[in-house]
């Protein structure tokens, strides 16, 4: 089936499994990485593109039973391999068309999105959604690659979006204090925080 103009970006989920790869772990540290923003124990966590679950079972470890972690996407196949996994009780898996989370109003404390603001049509009302689910002073944090990468690896690049545009969109949409960081020649990071 030819994919429709709004999901012409999205991931293949017949490659799901190259998300849950070994090297991927060793690239990204993600327990280490999720821990160095300041997610922490307790806290609620959307994890909005969840995929197969590389971020959401280290979320799920990191926030432990006195927090939760709503991990969204679209596609059952991701779930199943998330499933497959023994996720525990306070990870729940939603299924959800982005932009719309379905989510209520300042749910999270943290929304993380990796890999996936440049998939979803339109960005505008992905950061405009992030906002909404958020409380006031929680944060954002968009891990995602650059145009600019030095290595052939990810998506196409004419389908990347640019950290400064992350940034233009989350200001746009009433966050404050966007940072930008290239966090290595081929990725980078934008948080941003929700105004108390
Ligand atoms: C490149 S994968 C990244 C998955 C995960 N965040 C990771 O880094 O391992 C992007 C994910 O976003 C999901 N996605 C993309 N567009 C979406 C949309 N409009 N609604 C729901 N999920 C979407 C895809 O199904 C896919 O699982």
Request: charged share 25%.
């Amino acid at each position: 089936m030819h994919p429709g103009p709004t999901q012409e970006k999205r991931f293949d989920p017949a490659n799901a499994e190259r998300l849950l790869s070994l090297e991927r772990h060793a690239r990204y540290l993600p327990d280490e990485l999720l821990r160095s923003l300041g997610i922490a124990e307790g806290h609620r966590v959307a994890d909005v593109g969840c995929g197969p679950g590389f971020w959401a079972l280290p979320l799920a470890r990191i926030v432990g039973p006195s927090g939760r972690v709503a991990a969204l996407d679209a596609s059952p196949r991701m779930f199943e391999l998330l499933a497959r996994q023994n996720p525990p009780p306070w990870l729940d898996t939603i299924e959800a068309e982005l932009p719309e989370t379905g989510l209520p109003d300042g749910w999270a404390d943290w929304v993380w999105l990796a890999f996936v603001f440049h998939e979803v049509e339109p960005p505008s009302a992905l950061a405009r959604e992030t906002l909404r689910i958020l409380r006031p002073g929680g944060r954002v944090a968009v891990l995602d690659w650059r145009p600019d990468a030095a290595g052939e690896s990810g998506p196409p690049r004419h389908h990347r979006i640019a950290p400064q545009e992350v940034a233009r969109l989350l200001a746009e949409a009433g966050f404050a204090h966007p940072d930008v960081s290239l966090r290595d020649a081929d990725t980078y990071l934008v948080t941003a925080a929700k105004p108390a």
